[in-house]
């Protein structure tokens, strides 16, 4: 069975749409990536599918973790598997973190409302997830505050304070987009490691393929508020049917042979509230033809666990 | 520590020398005491005599250097008008002011801080409409306006309180309300765009994700960051404990500090008047000394920065 279960989800900020029906799912322990440029709707998907969104939002659909409904449950319900079962790290670790409490404090609170530890206990264990995620003089740490802390220190207590619950899943949203390029890997290792460790399963979201595809088995590729390509890791990188998978990979800098050019994406994304007909990507599509405006392509399988929703992949498929 | 206490002393020490000295001069340089105290009228040889007897007649410079002289030997001289000292008399009009500037600071915060907070809860709610355009209409309202609109209803329409004087609790309920008012909604507005900016920060969002119900995310993430620009408004109502009542205490026949400086000004009674004023900046002073240890006590960020001596 999936632990998580997307279907539909849709959210919108007044007129203008953000998500538009999203289905994906999370098995138990895997690593999924979730790419895609700024404003595609890859963090909106698991702050919606969390209830962390801002009130003026309208989210509609079905989030389902092990089965049970958790799309507008009850707050209470919310508050046990937030930080508990499901456990989120975000993108600016040193203004995630609360500047005018101490680190420890901030981890032990996560411990006592997930794990029903105080006083020294808490402590102890704060301590031990320091360790455990590689923070050195763990015990001095404890009293430190956030802004006494490197940006990528401050991700390890950020990771540490959500594994304090123990979680079956954790969503990184672009953990490493504000850190160093030599930190960036650390943290990655680190991620790799816990999850196989604790057998936890891992959302990654991230515009970066090359650090998707280093830490995850299957990348959701989204465009405009809509997963657009759906594959192994292998199977995406081997053959991408999307044109615009293809346009991400090709502005990708290769690793060797003579310098060249990159490849960038003709045009820029479109605004939320002015959507075109059809599919989104065709204005900046090499391959648009006149179906592409029609309507939104549906998905095609292209093979074991590998979907697009695109015009021209359906065609190529018809030969085969 | 050691040097920011010692840094901020001096400073202190300069601003009140400063006041003190600025005051002194501006009281010398615009009236003649002799002439007010005595009348328009008096024979020139009992002015003359006046003059001397308080050393009016001698030079500006030798004047400020007896009068700082004797500040520090703790003499701060004594009232024209019946001979008694500055300090004493003073004194005396303190507890009239507090007993209207502390239950109106109570009354600030108690109703400022928490009106803020709901209207940041609920933004663009109807409460927090509301909330806000009482807070306009609280600080755009001069405090004379507002004192004497509510005199007009509650003491003379409705009868049910008294419209000035000091002889019974009743009597301050209408000053403490006119002071708290506009300082209440100064006090909301500032929570409340303080919350607001805080609850927008990414920590607030990790707090909701770790699980943290609600209202411990309000209470105990958001409010402690949103106090720090609140404080600051506090503190400049903790200075004006003192001075912060002169219209008020005017409009209602309340005999404190501020209505003693008032009759002081108008009579060029100099020592008392330079009383006041020394007592007014050294409250500014104390506040504002307040106002950074709290800093330093609710945001870590500033506690070493002023542990490095700054």
Redesign the interface.
């Given at each position: 069975m999936n632990l998580v279960e997307i279907s539909g989800l849709s959210v919108s900020f007044g007129a203008a749409p953000a998500l538009r029906g999203i289905d994906i799912a999370v098995k138990p322990g895997e690593a999924l990536g979730m790419v895609g440029e700024s404003g595609c709707g890859k963090s909106v998907t698991w702050l919606a599918a969390l209830g962390l969104l801002p009130g003026k939002a309208r989210v509609s659909g079905s989030v389902t973790l092990n089965g049970e409904e958790i799309l507008h449950a009850e707050q209470r319900k919310l508050d046990r598997l937030r930080g508990g079962r499901v456990a989120m790290i975000f993108q600016d670790p040193s203004s995630s973190l609360n500047p005018v409490h101490r680190i420890g404090r901030q981890v032990s609170e996560a411990l006592t409302l997930h794990r029903g530890l105080t006083g020294n206990a808490a402590r102890a264990e704060a301590k031990r997830l320091f360790e455990l995620v590689g923070i050195p003089d763990a015990q001095r740490r404890l009293d430190a505050y956030p802004h006494e802390l490197s940006g990528g220190q401050n991700q390890r207590v950020m990771i540490a304070m959500a594994l304090a619950g123990r979680p079956e899943l954790l969503i990184a949203d672009e953990p490493t987009t504000a850190l160093d390029v030599t930190i960036q890997a650390q943290i990655l290792d680190l991620l790799n490691e816990l999850r196989r460790e604790m057998g936890m399963a891992l959302v990654l979201i991230s515009h970066d393929l090359g650090v998707i595809s280093e830490t995850c088995e299957r990348v959701a590729v989204m465009y405009a508020g809509r997963i657009v390509e759906e594959a192994p890791v292998q199977s995406l990188f081997a053959a991408p049917a999307h044109p615009y998978t293809r346009g991400l990979m090709a502005a990708l800098p290769p690793i060797d042979g003579p310098r060249q050019k990159l490849n960038a994406i003709p045009g820029s994304v479109p605004e939320p509230g002015n959507l075109p007909p059809g599919c989104a990507f065709a204005p900046r599509c090499g391959l648009a033809r006149a179906a592409c405006s029609a309507g939104v392509p549906s998905d095609v399988m292209l093979g074991a666990g590998h979907r697009a929703a695109c015009v021209v992949a359906q065609d190529a498929m018809v030969p085969a | 520590m050691v040097r920011f206490l010692a840094w901020r002393s001096l400073r202190a020490f300069l601003t009140i020398f400063l006041v003190v000295t600025f005051a002194f001069l501006v009281l010398r340089l615009s009236g003649d005491p002799a002439q007010i105290i005595m009348g328009a009228d008096a024979p020139p040889e009992a002015v003359e005599a006046f003059r001397s007897a308080w050393g009016l007649d001698r030079s500006v410079w030798e004047q400020y250097l007896g009068y700082v002289g004797s500040i520090f030997t703790g003499d701060l001289g004594r009232s024209m008008r019946d001979g008694r000292p500055a300090a004493a008399l003073v004194a005396e009009r303190i507890p009239a002011t507090l007993a209207l500037t502390i239950p109106a600071l109570m009354l600030k915060l108690g109703l400022g801080i928490p009106a803020g907070i709901y209207a940041a809860l609920h933004r663009n709610s109807v409460i927090d409409r509301l909330v806000m355009l009482v807070a306009v209409a609280g600080f755009t309202i001069p405090s004379f306006v507002l004192g004497l609109l509510l005199v007009l209803v509650f003491a003379v329409q409705l009868g049910w309180l008294p419209s000035g004087g000091q002889e019974s609790w009743r009597h301050a309920i209408l000053p403490v309300v006119t002071l708290g008012i506009g300082g209440a909604a100064v006090l909301a507005r500032f929570t409340r765009s303080a919350m607001l900016e805080v609850l927008g920060?990414?920590?607030i969002?990790?707090?909701?994700?770790?699980?943290?119900?609600?209202r411990r995310v309000v209470s105990?993430?958001a409010a402690?960051?949103a106090a720090i620009p609140t404080v600051t408004i506090i503190g400049f109502m903790l200075g004006s404990l003192i001075a912060g009542a002169v219209v008020v205490e005017s409009v209602f026949s309340w005999p404190g500090v501020g209505r003693l400086m008032v009759v002081a000004v108008a009579n060029r009674d100099l020592a008392v008047v330079q009383c006041v004023l020394l007592l007014v900046s050294f409250t500014m002073v104390v506040a504002n000394f307040l106002v950074d240890l709290a800093y330093g006590l609710?945001?870590?960020?500033l506690r070493?920065g002023a542990q490095g001596g700054h």
């Amino acid at each position: 069975m999936n632990l998580v279960e997307i279907s539909g989800l849709s959210v919108s900020f007044g007129a203008a749409p953000a998500l538009r029906g999203i289905d994906i799912a999370v098995k138990p322990g895997e690593a999924l990536g979730m790419v895609g440029e700024s404003g595609c709707g890859k963090s909106v998907t698991w702050l919606a599918a969390l209830g962390l969104l801002p009130g003026k939002a309208r989210v509609s659909g079905s989030v389902t973790l092990n089965g049970e409904e958790i799309l507008h449950a009850e707050q209470r319900k919310l508050d046990r598997l937030r930080g508990g079962r499901v456990a989120m790290i975000f993108q600016d670790p040193s203004s995630s973190l609360n500047p005018v409490h101490r680190i420890g404090r901030q981890v032990s609170e996560a411990l006592t409302l997930h794990r029903g530890l105080t006083g020294n206990a808490a402590r102890a264990e704060a301590k031990r997830l320091f360790e455990l995620v590689g923070i050195p003089d763990a015990q001095r740490r404890l009293d430190a505050y956030p802004h006494e802390l490197s940006g990528g220190q401050n991700q390890r207590v950020m990771i540490a304070m959500a594994l304090a619950g123990r979680p079956e899943l954790l969503i990184a949203d672009e953990p490493t987009t504000a850190l160093d390029v030599t930190i960036q890997a650390q943290i990655l290792d680190l991620l790799n490691e816990l999850r196989r460790e604790m057998g936890m399963a891992l959302v990654l979201i991230s515009h970066d393929l090359g650090v998707i595809s280093e830490t995850c088995e299957r990348v959701a590729v989204m465009y405009a508020g809509r997963i657009v390509e759906e594959a192994p890791v292998q199977s995406l990188f081997a053959a991408p049917a999307h044109p615009y998978t293809r346009g991400l990979m090709a502005a990708l800098p290769p690793i060797d042979g003579p310098r060249q050019k990159l490849n960038a994406i003709p045009g820029s994304v479109p605004e939320p509230g002015n959507l075109p007909p059809g599919c989104a990507f065709a204005p900046r599509c090499g391959l648009a033809r006149a179906a592409c405006s029609a309507g939104v392509p549906s998905d095609v399988m292209l093979g074991a666990g590998h979907r697009a929703a695109c015009v021209v992949a359906q065609d190529a498929m018809v030969p085969a | 520590m050691v040097r920011f206490l010692a840094w901020r002393s001096l400073r202190a020490f300069l601003t009140i020398f400063l006041v003190v000295t600025f005051a002194f001069l501006v009281l010398r340089l615009s009236g003649d005491p002799a002439q007010i105290i005595m009348g328009a009228d008096a024979p020139p040889e009992a002015v003359e005599a006046f003059r001397s007897a308080w050393g009016l007649d001698r030079s500006v410079w030798e004047q400020y250097l007896g009068y700082v002289g004797s500040i520090f030997t703790g003499d701060l001289g004594r009232s024209m008008r019946d001979g008694r000292p500055a300090a004493a008399l003073v004194a005396e009009r303190i507890p009239a002011t507090l007993a209207l500037t502390i239950p109106a600071l109570m009354l600030k915060l108690g109703l400022g801080i928490p009106a803020g907070i709901y209207a940041a809860l609920h933004r663009n709610s109807v409460i927090d409409r509301l909330v806000m355009l009482v807070a306009v209409a609280g600080f755009t309202i001069p405090s004379f306006v507002l004192g004497l609109l509510l005199v007009l209803v509650f003491a003379v329409q409705l009868g049910w309180l008294p419209s000035g004087g000091q002889e019974s609790w009743r009597h301050a309920i209408l000053p403490v309300v006119t002071l708290g008012i506009g300082g209440a909604a100064v006090l909301a507005r500032f929570t409340r765009s303080a919350m607001l900016e805080v609850l927008g920060q990414p920590y607030i969002r990790t707090a909701s994700a770790k699980g943290v119900p609600w209202r411990r995310v309000v209470s105990g993430h958001a409010a402690p960051n949103a106090a720090i620009p609140t404080v600051t408004i506090i503190g400049f109502m903790l200075g004006s404990l003192i001075a912060g009542a002169v219209v008020v205490e005017s409009v209602f026949s309340w005999p404190g500090v501020g209505r003693l400086m008032v009759v002081a000004v108008a009579n060029r009674d100099l020592a008392v008047v330079q009383c006041v004023l020394l007592l007014v900046s050294f409250t500014m002073v104390v506040a504002n000394f307040l106002v950074d240890l709290a800093y330093g006590l609710i945001d870590p960020r500033l506690r070493t920065g002023a542990q490095g001596g700054h």
